[in-house]
């Protein structure tokens, strides 16, 4: 039987002042220990997407690839990952993105999506939304169709859903 999202809510673990002060963090290793909670919030993540003929699910590094690989297998789709700047080893196309504090690179596998092919991107969180947007824009580089993105977590106070406007967001936890 799926727990419901506050049942899940209940599975996480805040720890306050990581990785620094005024920092509250939501520790989601106590939820995937747990083999039926893990499960469900594949289930709750998966549910929205399940009828929309998914050819890949791209999960962004690191956390994003605990949900993803599951979901792909259980769509029939391929997984394609986006990883840090220097991971990939065959050619690649990249993105920079803002962080809080500087910025970051984000790079897929140039042959990674055929033009056309129908993408859910997966992550654990959504918190500003800057990995979620490079993400998307490299999908869309490679003429992907972005049908949705989905998030086990979202932090709404960030409103990263602010930066996903026209894409369809799915979150199962919202804090």
């Known amino acids: 039987m799926t727990a419901t999202a506050e049942d899940l809510r209940a599975k996480i673990r805040e720890i306050p002042d990581f990785p620094k002060p005024g920092i509250l963090f939501y520790d989601i290793t106590t939820l995937l220990k747990d083999a039926a909670a893990y499960r ?20 962004m590094e690191s956390r994003g690839f605990i949900f993803s690989a599951p979901m792909a297998y259980l769509l029939g789709a391929g997984l394609v990952p986006v990883r840090k700047l220097g991971k990939l080893p065959a050619e690649t196309i990249t993105v920079e993105y803002a962080l809080e504090y500087g910025s970051n690179t984000l790079e897929i596998h140039r042959d990674a999506i055929q033009p056309g092919q129908r993408v859910l991107i997966v992550d654990d969180l959504l918190a500003t939304g800057g990995t979620v947007h490079g993400t998307i824009e490299l999908v869309e580089r490679l003429q992907g169709e972005v049908v949705g993105v989905g998030f086990l977590v979202e932090l709404d106070s960030l409103k990263g859903r602010d930066r996903l406007q026209g894409h369809r967001v799915e979150s199962v936890i919202r804090y």
């Open 40 to 59: 469900s919030a594949i289930d709750l993540m998966l549910a929205p997407y399940r009828d929309d003929k998914i050819d890949l699910v791209v999960g």
